[in-house]
T-cell receptor, first 112, second 114 residues
Framework: GNSVTQMEGPVTLSEEAFLTINCTYTATGYPSLFWYVQYPGEGLQLLLKATKADDKGSNKGFEATYRKETTSFHLEKGSVQVSDSAVYFCALSLYNTDKLIFGTGTRLQVFP | SAVISQKPSRDICQRGTSLTIQCQVDSQVTMMFWYRQQPGQSLTLIATANQGSEATYESGFVIDKFPISRPNLTFSTLTVSNMSPEDSSIYLC???????????FGQGTRLTVV
């Protein structure tokens, strides 16, 4: 079946550290891939997306590249800030549908 | 973008009762979905709310337990019926203004069943 697996958290980093949150997927066909972020007390927001292989999504210093060969969409940021502390969800949607399949979420905690 | 108002934001309910959650959008949207996030788990799609017709339910979810209404392009309700403690979750409304566009989410309804 279709599924998303992401690394368990919490991920704890010091400010300005490098961030990687791993995400792999299983899907029939060619899904679109997303990272959503949920800041404390707020709803889910789209962070970035990629719709085909080798696409790179980027936003707010975060990047993720759609790797078809490894079925991965790892989230990276070169230098995290305290304000990046949130829960990050990897998700996919199948071709021609807008239903989202989510990973379990990874909590990121950044300390000064 | 779409601004979503979801009510109530939280509730504590007695088992055996029902709760109706409202999702109001500030603009007309094509697609509306309801998700559930159980404690420590990922978001799971419950159903697609279809305007003027019965909702389309995902595997494991049925209309008798989760009746959904969508009378127009800006409003939907999800009812959690005959609740048990296992229904304690966060329920989220999600909308898309058009197919293939960004999905926006409400802030969720945190339901606790005692």
């Amino acid at each position: 079946g279709n599924s998303v697996t992401q690394m368990e958290g919490p991920v704890t980093l010091s400010e300005e550290a490098f961030l990687t949150i791993n995400c792999t997927y299983t899907a029939t066909g060619y899904p679109s891939l997303f990272w959503y972020v949920q800041y404390p007390g707020e709803g889910l927001q789209l962070l970035l997306k990629a719709t085909k292989a080798d696409d790179k999504g980027s936003n707010k210093g975060f990047e993720a590249t759609y790797r078809k060969e490894t079925t991965s969409f790892h989230l990276e940021k070169g230098s995290v800030q305290v304000s990046d502390s949130a829960v990050y969800f990897c998700a996919l949607s199948l071709y021609n549908t807008d239903k989202l399949i989510f990973g379990t979420g990874t909590r990121l905690q950044v300390f000064p | 973008s779409a601004v979503i108002s979801q009510k109530p934001s939280r509730d504590i309910c007695q088992r055996g009762t029902s709760l109706t959650i409202q999702c109001q959008v500030d603009s007309q949207v094509t697609m509306m979905f309801w998700y559930r996030q159980q404690p420590g788990q990922s978001l799971t799609l419950i159903a697609t709310a279809n305007q003027g017709s019965e909702a389309t339910y995902e595997s494991g979810f049925v209309i008798d337990k989760f009746p959904i209404s969508r009378p127009n392009l800006t409003f939907s309700t999800l009812t959690v019926s005959n609740m048990s403690p296992e229904d304690s979750s966060i329920y989220l409304c999600s909308v898309l203004s058009a197919p293939g566009t960004e999905a926006f989410f409400g802030q969720g309804t945190r339901l606790t069943v005692v």
